[in-house]
C-alpha cells in the first residue's frame, strides 16, 4: 500500500476542500484553468502541426485529472489541416478513478462531437510509479512514446507536514510517512535531474520537476511536451539541472508567463507558466508571452536570445519577467566578475554564508552576555541596527562561528516580491551574533571601507535587479547573490562611495540617491538605461524615479 492508498482509505483525509483536503492537497487535484489550458493547447498544436508525419497520432496526459486538456486539445486540433482527418491513439492517466472516468467520457464526447477517429485508453494508477515500472525499466523504446504529452502535473513537494498529518492516527501516521519515504527514494533514483541539491533528512522531492522530466520522457524525438509548471522553474537554484538539460538538448519553444497576483489557481498564490518543449530538437528560437494579473498581454511575441555563455554563468536562469531592454542590460552586465569571484581563504577575500539556526534558538538566549543576538526582522536598509536586548548565553558561546569576529554585512533571508527594494542589508560590528535569517558577508579584516563598498554595490539598483531576475520565492539566497555580477572595485569606486555610505547610515536621507547615481555609473549605465531598469521595481513611487533621474549629478558625469 502506497501513500495515496492510505490516505484514499480514510475518510478523514478526504474532509474539506482544496489545499485543506489532504488527498486532493497531496495528489495536486487542482484543475487547469481553461484560460491558461487554451492557450497551452494552441502552442502543442501549432508545434506538433509542424512535425512531418502521417497516420495515427498519439497523445498522452498522465496526469489527466477530468481530461480538460486532451478534450481542449481534440477540439482545436479540428482547426489544423494537417492534424484534423489524423486517427488519434490517446492515453489518460491518474490515481483517481472518478476523474479517469469522468476524463473518457469527456474525450469520447469530444471525439464524437467532431467526427474524429479515437483510441483510447484508460489507466488508473499511481503515475510516477507506473511510468517506473513499465518505462524506465525498459530504458523506454520508441513505440511506447507519443508524439504529444500534454500535462499539469503536481505541484506538492514530497515530505510528511504535521500540519496535515495530525488528522491521522498514531499508527497511520508512522505507517504513512514510512510509505512517503519510501516514494521519495524511488523517484530520488529515477529522476535525478529533478533533485534539489539539499535534502533535508532525505525530503524535498518536487513533482512538479519530476513531473516535467517524466513528460519529456513520455515524448518521442521531434515530438512535443507542453506542460503547466510552477513559474519558479524557470530560476530556481533547485531546478539548474533540468532547466540546463531542458535548454541544451531540447527547444523550450513558447513560454507563457502569468503572474501570481492573476490567481488562476484556487489556493495557490504562485506565479506559473505554460512551457512548450519540442523533444531533441535543440538550438531553436524562444517566443516568451507575458501577462498581467487581468490576463492582458504584457509583452507579445518577445523572442528569448540568450546566449549559452550568459546561460552557463547563471544557472540556466530564463530571466521571464524582465522585458527585451531589461535583458540586453542583464547581457550586458554578464561581462563582469560576480560577488562570488571575491570569495576566498586569504585576509581581504570575501566569505559569504549564515550563522546560527534560530530553530529552538530561546534554548541559548539570555538577558546577559558578550555576544548580542540578530534576527532579520531588526535588519532595516542602509540603517544602523540598535543594540539587541538578547544574547548568547555564556554556557553556549563554544557553538558560536569564528565569522562574529570581524564587522559584516547582513541582509535578510525573507523579502517578498512585493516589496519596494527586496535587498534589505546594513552592517553590523563585530561580536554581534546572527540567526539564519540574515544572509552575512564579510571580508576576513576590520577594514571597514570593503565592507562599506560591498554595501554600496549590493544595495544599488543593478544589483537587486540582477539579483530580481534570479529570485523565484521570498527568499533572499546566498547562492544567487555570489552570482550577481558586480562592478571592478577600484579605488576611485571607493573614494566616492565609502563617503556616501557612512552618511547613509549615519541617517542621511540625501546620501541613498547618490549612493544609486555612483553606482550607475560603475555599472555602465546612463540615466536612460537606470529609468529602464527601474521599470523593474514596481514599487517605487514616480515622485523617486524622477528626483533620481533628474538629480545634479548626472550632469557631472
Not at 474525450?107 to 477517429?117: A, R, S, V, Y
Not at 535534502?199 to 513528460?215: C, I, P, Q, T
Amino acid at each position: 500500500m502506497n501513500h495515496l492508498d492510505i490516505l484514499q482509505s480514510m475518510p478523514v483525509a478526504q474532509l474539506g476542500t482544496g489545499r485543506n483536503n489532504l488527498l486532493t492537497k497531496t495528489t495536486g487535484k487542482f484543475y487547469t484553468p481553461k484560460f491558461i489550458g487554451e492557450r497551452l493547447v494552441d502552442s502543442v498544436l501549432t508545434v506538433a502541426s509542424r512535425i512531418e508525419q502521417t497516420g495515427e497520432l498519439s497523445v498522452i496526459d498522465p496526469f489527466c485529472g477530468d481530461g480538460r486538456l486532451i478534450a481542449w486539445l481534440l477540439e482545436r486540433a479540428s482547426t489544423f489541416p494537417s492534424l484534423r482527418n489524423r486517427s488519434w491513439r490517446i492515453e489518460i492517466w491518474d490515481y483517481d478513478e472518478q476523474a479517469v472516468i469522468q476524463a473518457k467520457q469527456a474525450i469520447e464526447q469530444m471525439g464524437n462531437h467532431l467526427g474524429i477517429k479515437l483510441n483510447l485508453k484508460i489507466f488508473v494508477h499511481d503515475s510516477f510509479a507506473y511510468f517506473i515500472s513499465q518505462f524506465r525499466k525498459r530504458q523506454t523504446c520508441s513505440k511506447s512514446q507519443f508524439d504529444i504529452t500534454i500535462t499539469n502535473p503536481p505541484w506538492e513537494v514530497v515530505k510528511p507536514d504535521r500540519r496535515d498529518i495530525k488528522i491521522l492516527d498514531e499508527q497511520t501516521e508512522l505507517i504513512y510517512i514510512d510509505s512517503l519515504r519510501e516514494f521519495s527514494k524511488k523517484l530520488q533514483s529515477n529522476f535525478p535531474l529533478s533533485m534539489p541539491g539539499k535534502m533535508f533528512s532525505g525530503w524535498g522531492v518536487n513533482l512538479a520537476r519530476v513531473g516535467l522530466e517524466m513528460a519529456v520522457h513520455l515524448t518521442k524525438n521531434q515530438g512535443v511536451t507542453g506542460i503547466v509548471s510552477p513559474a519558479s522553474f524557470l530560476n530556481d537554484q533547485n531546478s539548474e539541472s533540468l532547466r540546463k538539460w531542458l535548454l541544451t538538448n531540447h527547444t523550450l519553444k513558447y513560454i507563457d508567463y502569468f503572474p501570481a497576483e492573476a490567481r488562476l489557481f484556487e489556493g495557490v498564490d504562485q506565479a506559473c507558466v505554460n512551457m512548450t518543449v519540442e523533444v531533441n530538437t535543440p538550438e531553436q528560437k524562444t517566443f516568451i508571452y507575458k501577462f498581467d494579473k487581468h490576463l492582458r498581454y504584457l509583452e507579445y511575441h518577445q523572442e528569448l536570445q540568450l546566449p549559452e555563455s550568459f546561460l552557463k554563468s547563471n544557472g540556466h536562469v530564463i530571466p521571464v519577467s524582465s522585458n527585451k531592454s531589461q535583458i540586453a542590460h542583464l547581457l550586458h552586465f554578464s561581462e563582469l566578475p560576480t560577488l562570488g569571484d571575491l570569495q576566498g581563504n586569504c585576509e581581504g577575500q570575501l566569505w559569504t554564508g549564515r550563522e546560527l539556526d534560530e530553530t529552538g534558538h530561546t534554548k541559548y538566549l539570555s538577558l546577559k552576555g558578550s555576544h548580542p543576538f540578530l534576527k532579520g526582522k531588526m535588519i532595516e536598509r542602509l540603517t544602523r541596527v540598535n543594540q539587541p536586548l538578547l544574547f548568547i548565553a555564556p554556557e553556549k558561546e563554544r557553538s558560536i562561528p569564528s565569522s562574529v569576529k570581524y564587522p559584516r554585512i547582513v541582509w535578510r533571508d525573507v523579502s517578498r516580491p512585493t516589496q519596494k527594494r527586496r535587498i534589505q542589508a546594513t552592517i553590523i560590528p563585530a561580536n554581534w551574533v546572527t540567526g539564519n535569517s540574515l544572509g552575512v558577508a564579510h571580508c576576513r579584516t576590520d577594514d571597514l571601507s570593503k565592507l562599506y563598498t560591498l554595501l554600496g554595490i549590493i544595495s544599488s539598483l543593478p544589483f537587486e535587479f540582477q539579483v530580481r531576475s534570479m529570485l523565484s520565492t521570498a527568499h533572499v539566497s546566498v547562492g544567487v547573490l555570489r552570482k550577481t555580477r558586480i562592478p571592478s572595485i577600484t579605488y576611485d569606486l571607493t573614494e566616492r562611495l565609502v563617503p556616501l555610505v557612512e552618511r547613509k547610515l549615519a541617517g542621511d536621507l540625501a546620501a541613498e540617491m547618490e549612493i544609486e547615481i555612483v553606482m550607475a555609473q560603475a555599472y555602465g549605465l546612463d540615466r536612460d538605461d537606470l529609468a529602464e531598469i527601474m521599470d523593474s521595481f514596481p514599487k517605487l513611487l514616480p515622485k523617486e524615479r524622477q528626483n533620481l533621474l533628474d538629480h545634479q549629478m548626472w550632469e557631472k558625469a
